[in-house]
Each structure stands twice: as structure tokens, then as C-alpha cells.
């Protein structure tokens, strides 16, 4: 299994589990030209694709991923401002389903959405994968990770240099995203003895610092750390080789 790093960060985000058999979509927060690109056109490779929310970084060409063919999974208020489509798939906030052979469970979120959500994924190639993006923190713990990836938007104290005078964009930061801290308190409260690897994304463009970001969490967990960039490919298996 390969991890496809299609878009990430606050201009969209995008990204595929993919094997040489099939692809699970997860955001789709890109133009769908570059999904397309993504699986060299061969777009009925992918099995689906789930999206945690609405905003239109995660979200930006649900409509037209449908229109492509693709089976779209998005709790209810995710979908309410989609068009129609019979490829439209509710799933709960909370609960699982299967998207070709990928199990999924779904778990509620902390954003300023209507139904915002993580995925837990199981694959036999990948085994438990983690996605957790755009959430103040979470709630829940996991066991059995064996690939994680996770938000980790901004630092404190760039944030209160940067924008320590315009206080609605700072709060609206502090109350919709994860900040490197809560990260790390995130990976703390977490068995990572089976991680092979944690990939850092949504890393905002102003208020991060990405080699200091992956030296914190490389010295916390000393697993392998990524921060995702647009193309990235790694190597995303159950077990390390």
C-alpha cells in the first residue's frame, strides 16, 4: 500500500491509500483533474471516496467525483449543500462501513461544521490507519495504529506573535484546528508500538514551522515522521517491510 499525498494544507486537501488493485479516495478538497492525474485517469481503480466535512478545502469537487463515477461516504450535514447524486452514501457520525475492501469507522470531530468526522481504516495491506484532520482535539483513543495520519495546523506562539491584534481570526483558529501541541498530547495518549509511520498535514501556511514540527514528533514518538507536501508518495504497509 502506497499513501498519495494529492493536496494538503488550506488550498485542499487530497489523498489516496493505494495498492495495485484499488484506491480509497479521502478528501477531495482538490480540482478533480488532479485526482484524475492522481490515478493516472484510471478512476474506476477507486473503490471511493470518504469526506470528513464540508469546507470546500476538503470537499471542493464532491460534486464532480460523483459525476465521475466515484461512491462518495459523508455523514448527512457534510452532504446537505452537495447536488443530488446516487453516489452519495450517508454514513453515520459515529459508526462503520465498508468501502470496497476497506473497513471504516467513523467518529465524531471538534470543528465549526455540521457533522464533522475522522476515519479509522482498516485494510489488510495498510492495517489500521488513523485520519484526524481540522479538530480542536480528540476525544478518543486508538489501539492497534499501525499508520497515522494527523493535523497538526499551527504553533501558539506563532500565532499569538503573528496575529495577536486580529483576535476573531486568531479564536476562530484556536476553535477549529490542531495545534502541534495537541498533537503531541494526542500521540502521547496513544499505543504507537505498532506505528510505522505518522504523517503531519494541513499544516497552515503561515503559522507552522514544518521542520520543527516533525522534530517534535520524532523525538516524542521515534517513529518515522512525514509532513505531507503535494506529490509525496510513502510506503504505507502494515509492517515495515
Known amino acids: 500500500m502506497k499513501l498519495k499525498v494529492i493536496g494538503s494544507g488550506s488550498k485542499g486537501n487530497a489523498y489516496l491509500l493505494e495498492n495495485e488493485q484499488e484506491a ?9 483533474s488532479e485526482i484524475k492525474k492522481a490515478v493516472n485517469f484510471n478512476v474506476s481503480k477507486i473503490a471511493g471516496c470518504i469526506v470528513t466535512h464540508e469546507h470546500g478545502d476538503h470537499a471542493k469537487s464532491i460534486n464532480e467525483v460523483m459525476k465521475a463515477g466515484i461512491n462518495t461516504y459523508a455523514t448527512k450535514g457534510t452532504f446537505a449543500k452537495a447536488a443530488k447524486n446516487h453516489r452519495m452514501k450517508i454514513v453515520p457520525q459515529k459508526g462503520q462501513f ?6 471504516v469507522i467513523s467518529f465524531p470531530t471538534i470543528h465549526d461544521v455540521a457533522e464533522p468526522c475522522g476515519f479509522l481504516i482498516n485494510h489488510k495491506d495498510c492495517g489500521n490507519t488513523l485520519f484526524l484532520t481540522d479538530t480542536v482535539y480528540c476525544p478518543f483513543t486508538f ?3 499501525n499508520n497515522i495520519i494527523v493535523e497538526a495546523n499551527y ?4 500565532i499569538d506573535e503573528k496575529l495577536g491584534g486580529m ?7 484556536y476553535n477549529s484546528h490542531m495545534s502541534i501541541d495537541t498533537c503531541l498530547d494526542f500521540l502521547k495518549a496513544n499505543d504507537l508500538t505498532a506505528v ?3 504523517v ?7 503559522n507552522s514551522h514544518e521542520l520543527n ?3 517534535h514528533v520524532n523525538k516524542l514518538t521515534g517513529k518515522s515522521v512525514h509532513v505531507a507536501t503535494n506529490g509525496m508518495q510513502i510506503g504505507f504497509n502494515k509492517t515495515p517491510f
Request: proline residues 0%; aromatic residues 8%; glycine residues 8%.
Open 24 to 32: 480509497l479516495l479521502i478528501e477531495c478538497g482538490v480540482n478533480i
Open 98 to 103: 465498508q468501502v470496497g475492501n476497506f473497513k
Open 143 to 145: 489501539t492497534g495504529l
Open 155 to 158: 504553533d501558539q506562539e506563532i
Open 167 to 173: 483576535k476573531f481570526l486568531r479564536d476562530r483558529i
Open 196 to 198: 510505522n509511520n505518522i
Open 200 to 206: 503531519l498535514i494541513h499544516l497552515s501556511d503561515s
Open 213 to 215: 514540527f516533525a522534530d
